[in-house]
């Protein structure tokens, strides 16, 4: 798991709350030197007795409610109520505002957002310095100085520095009353409110029947789907689902444009066949008189299917030349090609495969003016792709195969890191199995089987000391490493979450690395396709994220988190021989699938 406090590790905080409680309790009501303020910002809030939602509700806060921070907990507050008396509200029902320290004010600087869960705040500008304090997304601190990549930032008792990659910055303005918007009326369309939509940023992300992580779901989208915002409530966003029903969506998830959404969209692969192209009719403009199209579009005319030794072969033609783009989505894999200047035509909705690499193929108009049709496969587990064009550009041939991975190690080289080393433990279960010694076990197992095969491996950690996240990066880079594998263990608050998942870099906006993420994430694909055979959890997808190790390397990095200690049965899992033999064969395994694809 990449961040956390070592200090802390769950299973001894957890012990701990009562004796924080009591001590709490000496202080007495209104005696708060509360340097935070958590600000409500839903309706009717529920302040709980302790920080989870097994705790009993004490008592209701209201929307614009200022609260005295006394401590925290994960992501939950301990605040001083109206009332005196002291209670626990989630984080994603409230924004923290700090106190400003001496000279300075909210104009004169900057305030840096936290962008992620677990971001560690050190004594000083680097990660080697000493992590004093942890953050959570949402919070905001103001910014006092700079020094490289890092800020210093006032904490409210004291100061530290974060890496300006985990935060957002924003100059500072007075803080506001959060605002609701109202749907809008019966009168006027759906996704009109503003003329806002919201792109679906995650790979998978759900829907709640609220603005907030205590709601129950109410569905999931996916990475692309374009959403018409109805509403706002602090940091999520009420949104209309493309099934005609509502729900709330947080605003980390998702970013907002202004423009037309996509007409129509591919259905996720959870609802194929609920929603095709819509009818027909006259495009008119404001002024009443017909549209013509900017840009003359062509017409899909044909889709053929081939399967040819183990290999799916799709031949798309249309009436006029065309652009095409595909990119590949995970949960469940989906390989998705977009043919640009194309209307859709008579090609179906849905064609059935059943093929070694392709279960089936859906069709809709993804847009209108200029035309697009999306194109969506529904993979088999480390099925890979290519895409070719005819010379007139008027056909695309999609090939899906399984590389062969025999002999396609020799001559790589492979960076294998382990998670953590000492004086940092990583995770830890409530048996005491501690995550540093998990990832170096399966790492030395990874090795093994590795150079078995043919390939060379570079060990990032060999021993039980920590190494540095920079210097982790730095080993592969000096060693000219092909591919970079940080191998990890997770852990979460609630004990009865679990499964694995695999992260890539985010890019954080950087355009240079364009190609290295998207070798990144075809690595991830197979990596976790495998993992998902091998040990049989639930499938947590490939997530991006702006971890040290992923963002340094210089070669495709990988981070996989293969289950979560934090789980009794996952914890019982990981200790045994039989999972972590399977784990290191599925990162090996995995790894061979994308090097074969590579040599194709």
């Known amino acids: 798991m990449p961040f956390r406090n070592s200090s802390f590790p769950v299973t001894r905080t957890w012990i701990l709350i009562p004796v924080f409680?009591?001590?709490?309790?000496?202080?007495?009501?209104?005696?708060?030197?509360?340097?935070?303020?958590?600000?409500?910002?839903?309706?009717?809030?529920?302040?709980?007795?302790?920080?989870?939602?097994?705790?009993?509700?004490?008592?209701?806060?209201?929307?614009?409610?200022?609260?005295?921070?006394?401590?925290?907990?994960?992501?939950?507050?301990?605040?001083?109520?109206?009332?005196?008396?002291?209670?626990?509200v989630s984080g994603g029902m409230v924004r923290i505002e700090q106190t400003m320290p001496p000279g300075l004010s909210a104009d004169d600087g900057l305030t840096v957002m936290i962008n992620a869960d677990g971001v560690n705040i050190r004594c000083g500008p680097g990660t080697t310095y000493d992590i004093v304090a942890r953050a959570s997304y949402g919070q905001r601190y103001p910014v006092m100085e700079t020094s490289g990549d890092w800020y210093k930032v006032w904490l409210g008792t004291g100061t530290g520095w974060v890496a300006n990659w985990l935060v957002a910055r924003n100059k500072n303005t007075p803080a506001a009353s959060p605002q609701v918007s109202p749907p809008p009326s019966s009168s006027q369309p759906a996704g009109q409110s503003g003329g806002k939509f919201a792109v679906v940023t995650g790979s998978q992300v759900n829907i709640r029947n609220g603005p907030g992580t205590a709601n129950a779901l109410a569905g999931n989208v996916n990475k692309g789907d374009e959403l018409p915002v109805l509403g706002q409530n602090g940091e999520w966003y009420q949104v209309k689902l493309p099934s005609g029903k509502t729900g709330w969506v947080a605003g980390w998830l998702v970013a907002l444009k202004t423009t037309t959404p996509a007409a129509e969209q591919v259905p996720p692969a959870s609802s194929v066949g609920s929603a095709g192209p819509q009818a027909g009719g006259s495009d008119v403009s404001r002024g009443g008189e017909e549209r013509i199209p900017d840009v003359q579009s062509g017409k899909a005319l044909t889709l053929q299917v081939k399967e040819i030794n183990g290999e799916t072969r799709v031949d798309v033609v249309a009436d006029l030349s065309f652009e095409c783009d595909a990119f590949t989505l995970s949960g469940p894999d989906r390989l998705v090609v977009d043919l640009k200047g194309v209307a859709k035509g008579e090609l179906p909705a849905k064609t059935d495969v059943n093929s070694k690499t392709v279960k089936q193929i859906r069709v809709g108009q993804y847009q209108r003016e200029p035309d697009i049709t999306r194109l969506v496969f529904d993979?088999?587990?480390?099925?890979?792709?290519?895409?070719?064009q005819s010379e007139d550009k008027k056909s695309l041939t999609v090939e899906t195969y399984i590389p062969t991975i025999s002999g396609s190690y020799a001559g790589t080289t492979i960076a294998i890191d382990a998670g953590h080393g000492s004086p940092d433990p990583g995770a830890m279960g409530k048996n005491g199995t501690k995550e540093k010694d998990v990832t170096l076990d399966i790492a030395k197992r990874t090795k093994k089987l590795l150079e078995a095969k043919g390939a060379r491996v570079i060990m990032v950690r060999s021993g039980d000391a920590e190494v540095g996240l920079e210097e982790r990066a730095e080993r592969a880079n000096r060693a000219g490493a092909d591919l970079f594998v940080s191998i990890h263990v997770n852990a979460h608050t609630d004990p009865s979450i679990g499964g694995t998942m695999t992260y890539i870099y985010n890019g954080n906006g950087n355009s240079t690395d364009t190609t290295r993420i998207k070798e990144s994430d075809k690595l991830a694909r197979y990596v976790q396709a495998e993992l998902?055979?091998?040990?049989?959890?639930?499938?947590?997808?490939?997530?991006?994220?702006?971890?040290?190790?992923?963002?340094?390397?210089?070669?495709?990095?990988?981070?996989?988190?293969?289950?979560?200690?934090?789980?009794?049965?996952?914890?019982?899992?990981?200790?045994?021989?039989?999972?972590?033999?399977?784990?290191?064969?599925?990162?090996?395994?995995?790894?061979?699938?994308?090097?074969?694809?590579?040599?194709?």
């Open 21 to 88: 409680f009591f001590c709490l309790i000496l202080l007495g009501p209104g005696r708060s030197m509360a340097e935070e303020t958590a600000v409500v910002t839903g309706n009717a809030i529920n302040v709980r007795t302790g920080p989870s939602l097994d705790f009993t509700v004490l008592t209701i806060v209201n929307q614009g409610d200022r609260l005295p921070v006394l401590d925290k907990f994960y992501n939950w507050y301990y605040v001083n109520l109206p009332s005196g008396a002291n209670g626990w």
């Open 379 to 388: 993979l088999s587990g480390g099925a890979q792709y290519l895409t070719s």
């Open 532 to 600: 998902l055979k091998n040990l049989g959890l639930r499938d947590g997808g490939i997530r991006s994220a702006n971890f040290v190790v992923l963002r340094c390397a210089k070669m495709p990095a990988i981070l996989a988190e293969l289950a979560f200690i934090s789980n009794a049965a996952e914890e019982r899992l990981i200790k045994t021989d039989n999972f972590r033999n399977k784990s290191a064969e599925a990162i090996v395994n995995g790894i061979g699938y994308y090097i074969s694809g590579k040599k194709r």
